[in-house]
């Protein structure tokens, strides 16, 4: 990638600490049945979500070697010549593979991707238009090199969907609901895709970020991060960037937006970033839990009463991530579409 270009350049008070802060106290939750029950853990993700929005899971059953396997394969993907890389290269209209120029909060990030759907073909609205009914088919896009890339995320996203739909059952049951009262959602036309993530070692690692503060839009991410580690959580009580340090051979997991709405803000979708650094390059895979392109995204009706009101109007996730996915190519003039413009005038 060269030396910084300005579009990579933070504003001042976005830029990253020279001096980092280690999380203590991110919770690590062991899934092993001998370890806890349902509900042991549903009463340990609750007070993770609640709290951080933000937890690691151990013995979670994803065979090491799926992982392994993937992460082999990614390296030798990234490590081709851009031009070979550029083969997959996606754009407005085939949103899938290979990407080396995404703005996050209208800075561009310090990284390249290859964006992989899960469900194929993946279906979604062609504009945002709320009036436009028409949809589009998303298909994968593969490249030659490394020839195993295709086998290797597809068996990690089948190993990795089971934990992502677990997650979801403990959180429902957190939440006072049957395990298996999310999974509607999810039943048909899932939006899910997952995203291999690399980060070049930068010159100026103190004014990029490998991907500037967002929160993720979707339900919950399945996150897997290597050794080098660069992942920042904002600390709900005090807004302090706190650094992730890695656990081998654990998954990161985060809830997002959509189940910030579905629980009526008991639980918060949190901002996060990744720093980059000018000696190491950096690998991670994330798995992004999506529903339906035509779920309506609002207030789970069991949780709201006469003293619980909605929060939060609704919204067509499918609509919404349109909107999300146009604004990662192009640098816009206004701020991306995000939950709390659908937040209720108090």
Same mark, same amino acid.
């Given at each position: #990638?060269?030396?910084?270009?300005?579009?990579?350049?933070?504003?001042?008070?976005?830029?990253?600490?020279?001096?980092?802060?280690?999380?203590?106290?991110?919770?690590?939750?062991?899934?092993?049945?001998?370890? *806890?029950?349902?509900?042991?853990?549903?009463?340990?993700?609750?007070?993770?979500?609640?709290?951080?929005?933000?937890?690691?899971?151990?013995?979670?059953?994803?065979?090491?070697?799926?992982?392994?396997?993937?992460?082999?394969?990614?390296?030798?993907?990234?490590?081709?010549?851009?031009?070979?890389?550029?083969?997959?290269?996606?754009?407005?209209?085939?949103?899938? %593979?290979?990407?080396?120029?995404?703005? $996050?909060?209208?800075?561009?990030?310090?990284?390249?991707?290859?964006?992989?759907?899960?469900?194929?073909?993946?279906?979604?609205?062609?504009? $945002?238009?709320?009036? +436009? +009914?028409?949809?589009?088919?998303?298909?994968?896009?593969?490249?030659?090199?490394?020839?195993?890339?295709?086998?290797?995320?597809?068996?990690?996203?089948?190993?990795?969907?089971?934990?992502?739909?677990? #997650?979801?059952?403990?959180?429902?049951?957190?939440?006072?609901?049957?395990? @298996?009262?999310?999974?509607?959602?999810?039943? +048909?036309?899932? $939006?899910?895709? #997952?995203?291999?993530?690399?980060?070049?070692?930068?010159?100026?690692?103190?004014?990029?970020?490998?991907?500037?503060?967002?929160?993720?839009? %979707?339900?919950?991410?399945?996150?897997?991060?290597?050794?080098?580690?660069?992942?920042?959580?904002?600390?709900?009580?005090?807004?302090?960037?706190?650094?992730?340090?890695?656990?081998?051979?654990?998954?990161?997991?985060?809830?997002?937006?959509?189940?910030?709405?579905? *629980?009526?803000?008991?639980? /918060?979708?949190? /901002?996060?970033?990744? #720093?980059?650094?000018?000696?190491?390059?950096?690998?991670?895979?994330?798995?992004?839990?999506?529903?339906?392109?035509?779920?309506?995204?609002?207030?789970?009706? /069991?949780?709201?009463?006469?003293? @619980?009101?909605?929060?939060?109007?609704?919204?067509?996730?499918?609509?919404?991530?349109?909107?999300?996915?146009?604004?990662?190519?192009?640098?816009?003039?206004?701020?991306?579409?995000? $939950?709390?413009?659908?937040?209720?005038?108090?």
């Amino acid at each position: #990638m060269g030396e910084v270009d300005p579009a990579f350049i933070q504003d001042p008070e976005h830029r990253p600490r020279l001096v980092v802060i280690e999380a203590e106290g991110i919770p690590l939750i062991d899934l092993s049945p001998a370890i *806890s029950t349902s509900e042991k853990l549903a009463r340990e993700i609750g007070g993770a979500c609640s709290e951080w929005g933000f937890f690691q899971v151990i013995n979670h059953g994803v065979p090491l070697e799926c992982r392994q396997k993937l992460e082999s394969a990614a390296r030798k993907f990234f490590g081709q010549d851009v031009e070979e890389k550029r083969k997959v290269r996606r754009n407005e209209t085939s949103v899938l %593979g290979y990407f080396d120029a995404e703005n $996050t909060k209208n800075v561009r990030d310090w990284k390249e991707v290859f964006d992989v759907a899960v469900q194929e073909p993946t279906v979604v609205p062609v504009s $945002t238009d709320p009036t +436009d +009914d028409r949809v589009v088919e998303w298909f994968n896009r593969w490249p030659l090199y490394p020839s195993e890339l295709r086998e290797a995320c597809e068996e990690y996203s089948r190993e990795v969907e089971k934990l992502a739909h677990k #997650m979801l059952e403990l959180i429902a049951l957190s939440l006072g609901l049957a395990a @298996n009262s999310l999974n509607v959602y999810f039943k +048909d036309h899932q $939006t899910t895709f #997952m995203r291999l993530n690399h980060y070049p070692p930068c010159p100026s690692p103190a004014l990029a970020l490998g991907v500037g503060r967002h929160k993720d839009g %979707g339900a919950l991410t399945v996150l897997a991060q290597d050794e080098v580690g660069g992942l920042e959580v904002r600390k709900k009580s005090d807004g302090e960037w706190i650094r992730v340090k890695p656990t081998p051979g654990a998954f990161i997991i985060n809830v997002g937006d959509i189940v910030q709405v579905w *629980s009526n803000d008991k639980y /918060e979708s949190v /901002e996060h970033r990744v #720093m980059v650094n000018s000696e190491k390059e950096r690998f991670s895979i994330a798995f992004f839990l999506n529903p339906a392109h035509y779920t309506v995204v609002k207030p789970l009706d /069991e949780l709201i009463d006469e003293n @619980n009101a909605p929060k939060f109007k609704s919204y067509n996730w499918g609509k919404f991530m349109t909107h999300r996915k146009d604004s990662a190519f192009t640098k816009q003039n206004i701020e991306n579409i995000q $939950t709390h413009h659908f937040r209720m005038q108090e």
